[in-house]
C-alpha cells in the first residue's frame, strides 16, 4: 500500500498525559499537513510543512501541540498534558508540489481519546 | 459566520435520485474548490475539484462553482446505496498548496 500511513489507529489515554503520532507520507511527497477532526464537523487546518520546514500554523495549535518533520519524510505530531477537549480525529495529508493543482491525499486518521 | 457553510444533513434520497450537495462561503480569495467523500472511520478521499467559476463533470458527478455568489455545489445523477457517506466541501486560496478550508459535510443517505 503506498497511500499516507498513519500510527496508532486508535489511542486512548489519561487526561494530562502526552500522546504523539506518526504520519507517512507517499513517497516522494514534500508537503505534510495536519488537521483535527472532531464529531460532526469538518477537518480543521492545524499546520503543514514543505520538506522539513513547518511553513505554516494555525490558531487552533496551542503551545501544547508540537509538529515535526526532522528529516522531511515522516512527521509527528506531541500533544503535551492532554485535555478532555483534545478528543478527535487527527489526520494527515501529503501533496507534491510542481503542478497548479496539489491535490492532497489523506491517511486512515489517527483517533485520540482523552478520558 | 464560518467561512464555509454547509448542511449536515442527514439527507435521504431513493435509490436513482439526483443529489444535490452545496456548500456557500465567504471569503473571496479562495480558487480551488473540493469535493470529498468520507466513509465513517476513514480519511477522505478527493471526488473532484475545481478552478474558479465554472462546471466541471466526472462520469456521474457534477461540480458547480458560482464565485459571485460564493456558491458551490456537487451533483450525483443515478445515485447508488454505494454513495452513502459523508460530502465534505473544501477549499483552497493556493491551488490546495495551502491548508483547506472544509464544510462540516453533508450526511447522504441512499436508500436502496
Known amino acids: 500500500d503506498t497511500g499516507v500511513s498513519q500510527d496508532p489507529r486508535h489511542k486512548i489515554t489519561k487526561r494530562g498525559q502526552n500522546v504523539t503520532f506518526r504520519c507517512d507520507p507517499i513517497?516522494?511527497?514534500?508537503?505534510l499537513y495536519w488537521y483535527r477532526q472532531t464529531l460532526g464537523q469538518g477537518p480543521e487546518f492545524l499546520t503543514y510543512?514543505?520538506?522539513?520546514?513547518?511553513?505554516?500554523k494555525s490558531r487552533l495549535l496551542s503551545d501544547r501541540f508540537s509538529a515535526e518533520r526532522p528529516k522531511g519524510s515522516f512527521s509527528t505530531l506531541e500533544i503535551q498534558r492532554t485535555e478532555q477537549g483534545d478528543s478527535a480525529m487527527y489526520l494527515c495529508?501529503?501533496?507534491?508540489?510542481?503542478?497548479?493543482?496539489?491535490?492532497?491525499?489523506f491517511g486512515p486518521g489517527t483517533r485520540l481519546t482523552v478520558l | 459566520q464560518k467561512e464555509v457553510e454547509q448542511d449536515p444533513g442527514p439527507l435521504s434520497v431513493p435509490e436513482g435520485a439526483i443529489v444535490s450537495l452545496n456548500c456557500t462561503y465567504s471569503?473571496?480569495?479562495?480558487?480551488?474548490f473540493m469535493w470529498y467523500r468520507q466513509y465513517s472511520r476513514k480519511g477522505p478521499e478527493l471526488l473532484m475539484y475545481?478552478?474558479?467559476?465554472g462546471n466541471k463533470e466526472d462520469g456521474r458527478f457534477t461540480a458547480q462553482v458560482d464565485k459571485s455568489s460564493k456558491y458551490i455545489s456537487l451533483f450525483i445523477r443515478d445515485s447508488q446505496p454505494s454513495d452513502s457517506a459523508t460530502y465534505l466541501c473544501?477549499?483552497?486560496?493556493?491551488?490546495?498548496?495551502?491548508?483547506?478550508?472544509f464544510g462540516k459535510g453533508t450526511h447522504l443517505i441512499i436508500q436502496p
Open positions: 513517497s516522494e511527497h514534500n508537503r
Open positions: 510543512f514543505q520538506n522539513e520546514a513547518q511553513l505554516e
Open positions: 471569503n473571496s480569495a479562495f480558487q480551488y
Open positions: 475545481t478552478y474558479s467559476s
Open positions: 473544501a477549499m483552497s486560496e493556493g491551488g490546495g498548496a495551502d491548508g483547506l478550508t
Open positions: 495529508a501529503s501533496s507534491l508540489d510542481g503542478k497548479s493543482y496539489n491535490e492532497q491525499f
